[in-house]
């Protein structure tokens, strides 16, 4: 389909908490897409209409889009409607994959590890259920994060040594500011940190973050050069076909299609789990999927037409 493609639209900032790092992707994957030739245009649903999309004749819509109304269905619903093809998963993996919980569910489904925890709500919060929290799941510490947000934003870790109820609280609190629903509770798993890229389904070469203190926050994954990447990471042959066979089966699982990313915890006993999958992967100089496509011998550009190539509507 690729080679048909000649006219082509980058969607890119959005409303959501990730706007700014949308807008990098964005930028990178417009002048890429150039470089190939393509005649590109850049839309942004929160200052563009409708109707510059719908009348732009383009050919495919490469989703650079992060967070709500972004990558969980939203977008992607329009982009059925106005019959455009568009980079990504369609509108149920979107939606699926935006909710930490039911992706954690089908995975658990399928087979697949995931780390231990429980999804709450604010309102859920009282002191009874956190302290029955902390005794199920606290042994190492907790994570809690919001349940439909992106780029660690609105994430505490807590160390079992300094866990209470009202810290927890605190932390709940905190992730449910970034989404007024769900809140995942979830133990700390201290391990090695891997995220993992699949392009069409296949697995690429496993990553491995190291990050300062175990610090991969917002800040350590856009603006800093203080995080180190192992690519491929240092796994044995076995591991690393055990951990890309569980992301291709998580990818499936969900009902995905064209790319995304996996993020996953290798625990100290060897096993792995997988945390979340990306379904509108970072673009950014920092971005994680560029990086394990070099690995392969595929460059920046050569990886945007490759997902532009996979371009489809529901």
């Known amino acids: 389909m690729v080679n048909e493609l000649k006219r082509v639209v980058v969607l890119m900032g959005g409303i959501s908490s990730e706007r700014e790092v949308s807008i990098l992707s964005g930028t990178g994957v417009t002048e890429a897409l150039r470089s190939k030739g393509l005649e590109v245009e850049t839309w942004d649903p929160a200052t563009d209409s409708v109707g510059a999309l719908e009348e732009g004749g383009y050919d495919a819509a490469f989703i650079a889009l992060h967070g709500k109304l972004g990558e969980d269905g939203s977008v992607q619903g329009l ?5 455009l093809p568009y980079t990504g998963p369609g509108v149920a993996a979107s939606a699926i994959a935006m909710d930490k919980e ?3 569910t089908l995975w658990r489904d399928a087979g697949v590890a995931v780390p231990a925890g429980v999804c709450i709500t604010a309102a859920d919060a009282t002191d009874e259920k956190l302290a029955q929290i902390i005794r199920d799941f606290g042994a190492t510490g907790l ?9 660690s934003i609105g994430v505490t870790k807590l160390d079992a040594g300094k866990l209470s109820v009202e810290v927890l609280r605190e932390a709940v609190k905190h992730a449910a500011d970034y ?3 769900e809140v995942l509770v979830e133990e700390y798993i201290r391990g090695r940190e891997l995220t993992i890229a699949l392009v069409d389904g296949k697995a690429l070469p496993v990553i491995e973050i190291i990050a300062p203190e175990g610090s991969y926050d917002f800040q350590n994954k856009y603006y800093t050069d203080s995080v180190r990447y192992e690519c491929p990471a240092k796994l044995t ?3 690393t076909r055990e951990l890309q066979d569980a992301c291709e089966r998580g990818f499936a699982a969900i009902g995905c299609r064209g790319w995304a990313r996996v993020d996953a915890m290798q625990r100290p006993d060897g096993s792995f789990a997988l945390l979340e999958i990306n379904t509108s992967p970072g673009m950014t100089p920092h971005s994680l999927v560029p990086m394990a496509a070099r690995a392969t011998g595929l460059d920046y550009a050569g990886l945007c037409m490759k997902v532009l190539g996979l371009a ?3």
């Not at 982009?79 to 019959?83: A, D, L, P, T, W």
């Not at 809690?144 to 947000?149: A, E, L, R």
């Open 79 to 83: 982009m059925n409607c106005i019959g």
């Open 102 to 104: 039911m992706t954690k």
């Open 143 to 151: 994570v809690v994060k919001p349940g439909h947000d992106g780029s």
């Open 179 to 181: 989404d007024a629903g």
């Open 237 to 239: 042959d076995q591991e």
């Open 312 to 314: 489809e509507t529901d």
